[in-house]
């Protein structure tokens, strides 16, 4: 009884508290709810705050006050700053009201009331929509040189490379001429293909380009999907795809399967909407302070673009990966066992290939690529693994530790009802017996 505890916050906000914790309900007993003020409200605003400033507005600067008013009341959002917004207007009108008289070639001849009389010329010159100035960032030549080196030693992706080369070229273009390079084009990123195509690999590639490039400021890159982004109850998917957006602030936010935000309606379908409207709305408030990179499979990523107007405006980069050729994924697949320090005898290595092309020509959209190939890479390993263990310590003195044999990878048939590709199993052969 000797304490009163008083809380206070934005609307949203203060429901998610609210809702924390079962106890704090029912501890508040009152509840006041602050509208946002009306135009003609904010005017009158306007008018106390001229007083308490000292100033007074002709009556074309009233009108231009009150103009931008509605204009920014029209616009508004949840960080729409009411009578805080209407006093800084005040206050920057004051400020170029004390520069013009500076300025003049005799200010101490004007009168009192001139001194004090805020003219439209000086409410005009309010940049009511300033952004903060983005960072001028050099190109760091040795993390650009690092980065590329990536991408061209990654296999196949040809015409992925080409289209990354001349992004770059044009950017550093931009840059050398001193032109506005987060004005000129979006550098959000769609990237289109099916599973195990390289999709995530190259995103964090192109993320260190662009930070390289100084178009980002510090060039991480937060991963996540509609589980990061959506929340079970009305008004906390926006602050939860706010929370991950202003992780990525300087950087990039990738959303996989990003096409799960508009797949769900009826269940849930609204509050993916909830997460792809606050997505964009920081896109355009915050353009240039992060980038957005969506990914997903052909079709589902198609379906997305058209399914908000304002998808397709806000990415005009798309990247699409292609299936791996036989060839490519017998390059990856020795690549892989290099990794691991495994060499394939002549036989073993003639097997995979055959495998991986069998399996290529009856592949389906849930083919899994590179993904596929490290299952195989790793299944391979295992049965060698467990040929060694079989040995006895003699035996095993007397035999090549890192040689993968014929035997080690004679479970791969050549047979298609051996395997099955699925969402759940992509890649993987099915059980003997099913």
Request: proline content about 4%.
């Amino acid at each position: 009884g000797d304490l009163a505890v008083i809380v206070a916050g934005y609307p949203k906000e203060m429901k998610h508290f609210l809702d924390s914790n079962p106890g704090l309900k029912s501890r508040f007993k009152l509840y006041f709810e602050f509208s946002d003020y009306l135009p003609q409200e904010l005017s009158q605003i306007a008018d106390f705050a001229c007083r308490e400033k000292g100033v007074v507005l002709t009556e074309k600067a009233k009108k231009k006050i009150d103009e931008i008013i509605i204009n920014a009341f029209r616009k508004r959002d949840r960080s729409f700053g009411n009578a805080r917004f209407v006093y800084d207007l005040i206050e920057k009108s004051k400020v170029n009201l004390g520069l013009r008289i500076m300025s003049e070639d005799d200010p101490k001849r004007m009168d009192k009331e001139e001194l004090s009389l805020v003219r439209l010329g000086d409410v005009e010159k309010i940049d009511v929509e300033a952004r903060p100035e983005l960072p001028n960032i050099p190109v760091d030549e040795p993390l650009l040189k690092e980065s590329l080196d990536q991408l061209y030693r990654l296999i196949g992706m040809e015409n992925i490379k080409a289209q990354i080369s001349e992004l770059v070229r044009l950017v550093r273009f931009y840059r050398e001429t001193n032109r506005d390079v987060l004005n000129s084009f979006f550098l959000h990123t769609v990237f289109i293909g099916n599973p195990g195509t390289g999709k995530t690999t190259v995103a964090r590639i192109l993320t260190q380009i662009y930070k390289a490039l100084g178009v980002l400021e510090r060039g991480h890159m937060v991963e996540t999907d509609r589980q990061g982004l959506v929340a079970g109850h009305v008004g906390q998917t926006a602050i939860k795809t706010a929370e991950r957006i202003d992780e990525s602030m300087g950087g990039v936010l990738f959303i996989d399967e990003a096409y799960s935000l508009t797949q769900r309606a009826g269940s849930g379908g609204d509050f993916g909407d909830e997460a792809i409207q606050t997505l964009l709305k920081r896109m355009e408030d915050h353009r240039g302070r992060f980038f957005v990179f969506v990914a997903g499979y052909p079709d589902n990523m198609e379906a997305f673009l058209k399914a908000n107007p304002g998808l397709n405006s806000r990415f005009d980069k798309i990247l699409k990966f292609e299936d791996y050729s036989p060839k490519e994924l017998n390059r990856i697949a020795l690549q892989m066992l290099a990794q691991e320090n495994v060499v394939p005898s002549p036989e073993a290595e003639e097997h995979i290939k055959e495998y991986l092309a069998f399996l290529h020509g009856y592949r389906d959209k849930y083919f899994g690529n590179a993904r596929t190939v490290r299952n195989i890479v790793n299944e391979a390993i295992k049965n060698h693994n467990l040929r060694l263990a079989a040995l006895s310590p003699e035996e095993r003195a007397h035999t090549p530790a890192n040689l993968l044999t014929i035997e080690d990878v004679q479970s791969f048939k050549t047979d298609k009802s051996s395997f099955v590709f699925n969402k759940q199993s992509i890649g993987f052969r099915r059980p003997a017996g099913e």
